[in-house]
């Protein structure tokens, strides 16, 4: 049985860094072709990706906000760690973890098949 | 990267089908067969409905059906249920290596 759980502060300052962990179970990320993305939605607004950490380590950014984001896993405790620095309001969202594999080839990272339940983020002073 | 293109809504009588439509590129929706649907209703976690353009998970009812034209890839809902009522998200993958979701749908039953 997979499941996702993300965790953090439900409240940031601006210009805050925001740490968010991702605990996760019923699989391994040691696993070739497994993959875990994190995706925001502000509220009443759309779904946005923002990053992915691959099995062997390969990370990748959503352009725009590339240089604020940062990825990381440690799988012995099968967690992914997503970091996003000076925060804004603009940043408020809720903040989703997903599970992702790649196909059959091992190129492509295909669809979004487990769900974390999200975490509403505000960013207030 | 920017967001795939979906109308803001769509809107059906129960029993009709409604399609709903995502358009990108070439670099992502027209040049790769990772285009997924996703359905979200209120509070709610997505849920996937569609998966590698015209794919349906296991227990996705068959009503529900994705096909892509070019750089448009679109979802068809048939017999329109009031439960069907909900936001659609579609998401690529793209050439960049990266994903991209749509501006979302929202579907009303009328």
């Known amino acids: 049985q997979v499941t996702l759980r993300e965790s953090g502060p439900a409240l940031v300052k601006p210009t805050q860094t925001l740490t968010l962990t991702c605990s996760f179970s019923g699989f391994s990320l040691n696993t070739r072709g497994m993959c875990l993305n994190w995706i925001r939605q502000p509220p009443g607004k759309a779904l946005e990706w923002l990053a992915r950490i691959d099995w062997d380590d390969d990370k990748y950014y959503s352009t725009s906000l590339r240089t604020r984001l940062t990825i990381s896993k440690d799988t012995s405790r099968n967690q992914v760690v997503l970091t996003m620095t000076n925060m804004d309001p603009v940043d408020t969202a809720t903040y989703y973890c997903?599970?992702?594999?790649?196909?059959?080839?091992?190129?492509?990272?295909?669809?979004?098949?487990?769900w974390g339940q999200g975490i509403l983020v505000t960013v207030s002073s | 990267q920017s967001a795939l293109t979906q109308p803001a809504s769509v809107s059906g009588s129960p029993g009709q089908s409604i399609t709903i439509s995502c358009t990108g590129t070439t670099s992502d929706i027209g040049g790769y067969n990772y285009v997924s649907w996703y359905q979200q209703h209120p509070g709610k976690v997505p849920k996937l409905m569609v998966y590698?353009?015209?794919n349906r998970p296991s227990g996705v009812s068959n009503r529900f059906s994705g096909s892509r034209s070019g750089n448009t890839a679109s979802l068809t809902i048939s017999g329109l249920q009031a439960e069907d009522e909900a936001d659609y998200y579609c998401s690529s993958y793209t050439s960049t290596n990266t994903l991209v979701f749509g501006g979302g749908t929202k579907v009303t039953v009328l």
């Open positions: 997903a599970r992702m594999a790649y196909d059959s080839s091992g190129y492509y990272p295909t669809y979004f098949d487990y």
């Open positions: 590698d353009v015209s």
